[in-house]
């Protein structure tokens, strides 16, 4: 079970969550937002299943349940979910490596079918590299950005774990990193 | 009087998730013990506590398992089975597996084998359907004249007399996998050779055949049983939005079919249960153009993902019936009088993928799991709080089904049990299949199989709302580690912040 | 398209418990902000959860809280509510409260105020009945000349020329509360005033009326639904297995009629109807004697705790049915065509109550809470894990209500629904309601309102199984503080007795 | 939420329960019979919602949900509910004066509508001495044995708990305790 993070990134803003229990159902809550911090007193309480509501000066209930995930919070309110990155210092990096140009990871676990790309190749963004079968279905893996294939770290026929990295890529323009 | 006597004292179910937790819930219902199969990954499986008895067949892999009729066959002698329910997927739709099942002396709850090979091969059942009267599309087996699968030059040659765009099929698969829509020429190489390696890797067998893409095309299918003797047709259901080839929200009735209609769908589907003395529960699957003309596309030789939206219009138990068939009972004593179609139902598959990225499947543990539940609603699910899925087996989690008086209403009840639904530790689908439902286009029955290339809005998720910050503040009280709140009875009264110092504080320091 | 503007924009459920979970999801469907109202024993009862904006109301006792109109009105316009759903029991027949509401300016989701009054005693429910027509029961209406009760000499000479067995009921009420049977005469004074005073009790009014008892008698009533202008009804509920003078199991249709007998009884039901000028749900009882005959018994002026039976039968939703009436609509828009009566629904309440010591209901935690689930069951409850049986309340748990093609079908449907429901921590009925619901007189259909006086052994428990003593035995590692499990997600793996050492051992030195 | 205990009382009998974690989800299992302790090895695991199953040597299922009670522990197993009562010391007080003839007490909370004896009236087995109301309904609370009312220790109008003594009554031919 992961644990919900307190720092997270919001509308694109790092943010830092704070909330206490003061009496009864009322909890104090605060969060910084564009020019400041805000804070406000709301009512709360448990859902079934490990969710709960909370509701504000206008009366409205809303229904909530979240939980910590390898890259942050996942929070489900009045029927949306949505994924709240972590901010904080030990967390996202298994995820940010899907967004890291350099390397092509496992989005999940599965068989490498078929590598499209060897060692020194130049590739486009959005080339296909490799096939990942999992879950009955073939995944193809595409170049985030334009560069050259710098390493193969993986061969066909492999089971890879989620979050391994399959491609080195050397960007085009970036020789250092 | 009393209960009456079962039709059989044990039945296994050779299958896992939610069709195996459905079917074994039938089967206790009749008062006959149900067997589970289960893999060594699925030991606590909710499939697998729902039974009165279970055997274990090997690894996870579905070939060391689920896929292993060594195995399975060797449990149900174990167990003493009378009978073997398939479910759907894995070994439903083997000849090979039907036909050892009643060699071993077992009841196999479907299709003879024969029904089974002769329609589950496409380029046969399209034969039969011809035999039968029913129209089809015009496509091209996959086979050279010796029957033997064509080579690639032939393919290609094929495929630019049937025209693009065309669809690349696996003429063994079901469901989607193994199948490639091609728009043109300069792309049908690739897309073959992707299918045939599809195909081999799902069923074994890398035929593949081509097909002209009726375009735009609604899928629609309907619901037969036979007894070998007699069929009937249990109305349709639509299955028109799908994501890559997988249904992704199925309904009956379809809005666009009316009753004359209605009827010429049913007497095709029931010709062609009749010419081949159809046994069991079946499917014929129908591409209905924009003229409303529909052709035959294939038989499902087993009980649907989407039964239960045929169950609800019906008032009929589909195992039930399945079971009283393979039990020897004919149809007339199971079904007396016409069909009563009432109301409207709609499917909605609740998988474990990223809609927004190109529905990659997800795995993981669902850390909270919370269904919906009223009048109306009904979930069928093989997970529960604690579940993970896995990377094993496929990504559905569980099927919601609604059902009301009418359309409107029932997409009203879609909508709010969506919203109802919390699964959360794993990415899901539920906003999606939420978005598609109220998306105009879907609530004025505008459906067609393109759906999501026509409305791609619907994939894109919401942007978070104000109030989620407050939200996530309370969170980090309310769902510390996760399970923080259950060890507090799940529901009453508060987590204990308020029983800490005063000076208690989560945010850390300021 | 989208979806259809709401009816209305905001509605108040003044009620509790699972009837005010059901009437608040099914307004939350049609798009309408749902508002709970609660007493402070209720602030985290599943009903508060279930709205989306709740307003505390008092003291747990109902006098305080849900009893109290001038705070739910209260309630209803600092809500800004619209319509008010009165639920059954509490205020929904309660002439004055509907009367307040509409003067307030909320829509009463329910009958006029005049019909409530009208129909609600029962001596005027008996006038009007037969002005329309309809059978009655011979008896005497409690009233002297000038219209107040009479005095006890006088019910004492009219209980003698109605003959014993008679009932004493009150005129208020509804639900067996204040109904008494009199097997003679000597026993009647003391079977009076008891009535009286929980007659007064109850409904604030010790008026009480006398009545025949025929015997040995069915209970079965008529769901009727009306526009103001027309009339339907909507099939018949079976309730006749009653423990002191509370239905246990509910059905429909009844065993016993037929289209003809249906016929007779649901045009009894509209005659009386279309004479009032009925407006939204109600219910007509009739008592049905061993000839079939039936005989008027009373009408309940809102939606029963039955309803969900009709429900399953007719496919339609009440609620939504009664949520539309209020708000204009005529009936023929919305229950276009005849009814479509289809398949079998019986309907079990559970209870926190020890049916082998005389009912005695029981207070307590639900320590374990478990539903059954699948095709064909539905649970309406208002309690989850960890909610508590209060004092405060009636018994009533939850309402396991089954459907299924046939009766025989939908009673082994309920019998395993039972075996799956899990409730510990408060003595509950549900083994009760098996015994009842297998018992060769129930499964023939052999129904009869002393039907427990026929059949006691429903009440016995069976004893425990030797296999309970291993369960037992388990239970002090698996169940070891009740919550154990639940920390462990509930589901998966196994707690950790393993984890400890070797010598880890409950039972203590040996 | 009470403790499952550990001894019981079953068919009559005193018993002592021992369970133990072996591997995996085998499990000792011993408990008194007839004439001994029965010893036997089982497999066993969770349940949703708090309950679990156990295996025999006939691989035959049952599922078992438990929890504690004031008066010992209540077990369903195969969906039929029985309840066994605690032999432990400090267990099962309050229930035991269901059974008591010298005291009739509450068994519910509720409000004490009506008395129906006096101190010093001879009452017979199963006279109707008091009438609780509760949960909307009345209920009579009748001599267990028959006796003469030493004492009455509640007042008409009263709301009392589950347990409390309200009426004392002197046993026939028992002028002890």
Aim: glycine residues 10%.
């Amino acid at each position: 079970m992961k644990r919900v993070p307190e720092r997270i990134e919001f509308d694109g803003r790092p943010t830092r969550l704070v909330a206490r229990g003061l009496a009864d159902d009322r909890f104090h809550v605060s969060y910084d937002v564009e020019g400041g911090e805000a804070t406000l007193e709301v009512r709360a309480g448990c859902l079934q299943g490990g969710g709960f509501w909370f509701e504000g000066a206008d009366g409205k209930r809303h229904h909530v349940y979240a939980c910590g995930t390898d890259s942050g919070m996942m929070l489900r309110i009045d029927g949306t979910t949505h994924i709240l990155k972590s901010t904080e210092r030990d967390a996202g990096d298994q995820n940010d490596d899907l967004g890291d140009p350099t390397r092509i990871v496992a989005p999940m676990t599965g068989t490498l079918v078929r590598l499209l790309c060897k060692p020194g190749d130049a590739v486009d963004k959005d080339q296909d590299l490799a096939v990942l079968s999992a879950m009955k279905m073939e995944h193809k893996l595409p170049a985030i950005a334009p560069g050259r294939v710098a390493s193969i770290e993986c061969h066909e026929g492999s089971t890879v774990e989620a979050g391994t990295v399959l491609i080195r890529i050397e960007i085009d323009g970036d020789h250092g990193a | 009087m009393t209960r009456p006597a079962p039709l059989f004292d044990r039945i296994l179910v050779a299958n896992r998730g939610e069709i195996a937790v459905r079917v074994l819930r039938g089967i206790r219902e009749l008062g006959t013990t149900a067997i589970a199969v289960c893999s060594e990954a699925d030991r606590d499986a909710l499939h697998v506590r729902t039974a009165d008895e279970v055997h274990v067949l090997g690894p996870a892999e579905p070939s060391q398992s689920y896929l292993a009729i060594d195995k399975i066959l060797d449990a149900a002698r174990r167990s003493r089975a009378q009978a073997i329910h398939p479910g759907y997927g894995f070994l439903s739709e083997n000849p090979a597996f039907a036909r050892a099942c009643t060699e071993e002396g077992f009841v196999f709850i479907g299709p003879t084998a024969d029904q089974m090979e002769a329609l589950g091969s496409k380029r046969h059942a399209k034969e039969l359907a011809q035999a039968a009267g029913v129209p089809c599309v015009p496509g091209f087996d996959g086979k050279d004249e010796g029957g033997d699968n064509a080579d690639e030059a032939t393919f290609v040659r094929e495929a630019a007399r049937i025209g693009f765009p065309l669809l690349v099929k696996a003429s063994a698969g079901g469901g989607g996998r193994g199948m490639r829509l091609v728009h043109a020429e300069k792309d049908f190489v690739e897309a073959l050779r992707a299918g045939q390696r599809e195909a081999l890797q799902a069923f074994g067998d890398d035929s593949v055949l081509l097909e002209r893409y009726v375009h735009p095309a609604r899928h629609i299918e309907v619901q037969i049983f036979g007894d070998g003797e007699h069929a009937i047709a249990l109305g349709e259901r639509e299955c028109s939005v799908q994501r890559r080839h997988q249904k992704v929200l199925e309904e009956s009735p379809s809005p666009v079919v009316d009753d004359a209609l209605r009827q010429r769908l049913e007497e095709a589907a029931v010709a062609l249960a009749r010419h081949v003395g159809y046994r069991n529960a079946g499917t014929v699957e129908f591409l209905v153009g924009p003229d409303l003309e529909f052709y035959f596309l294939e038989v499902n030789t087993r009980l649907q993902v989407e039964h239960p939206v045929t169950e609800l219009v019906t008032g009929l138990d589909l195992v039930h019936l399945q079971i009283a068939i393979a039990a020897g009972r004919d149809l007339a004593s199971l079904v007396p009088g016409h069909r009563v179609l009432r109301g409207h139902a709609i499917e909605a598959r609740i998988c474990a993928e990223d809609a927004e990225h190109g529905f990659l499947p997800a795995t993981g543990p669902l850390t909270i799991c919370q269904w919906p539940a009223g009048p109306g609603i009904r979930v069928d699910t093989g997970f529960d709080r604690g579940s993970a899925v896995s990377p094993h087996y496929d990504s559905m989690i569980a099927k919601l089904i609604v059902s009301a008086p009418n359309r409107a209403m029932c997409l009203m009840r879609l909508e709010q049990a969506l919203r109802d639904t919390a699964l959360l530790g794993v990415i899901t689908n539920v906003d999606f299949l939420r978005r598609v439902a109220t998306h105009p286009a879907f609530v004025s029955g505008d459906l067609r199989t393109d759906f999501l290339d026509v409305h791609p809005e619907c994939i894109a998720h919401e942007p978070a709302p104000a109030d989620a910050l407050c939200a996530a503040a309370l969170a980090t009280v309310f769902a510390r580690g996760g399970q923080t709140n259950t060890t507090s009875g799940g529901t009453k009264g508060q987590p204990s912040p308020w029983d800490m110092a005063d000076a208690f504080r989560i945010g850390g320091a300021r």
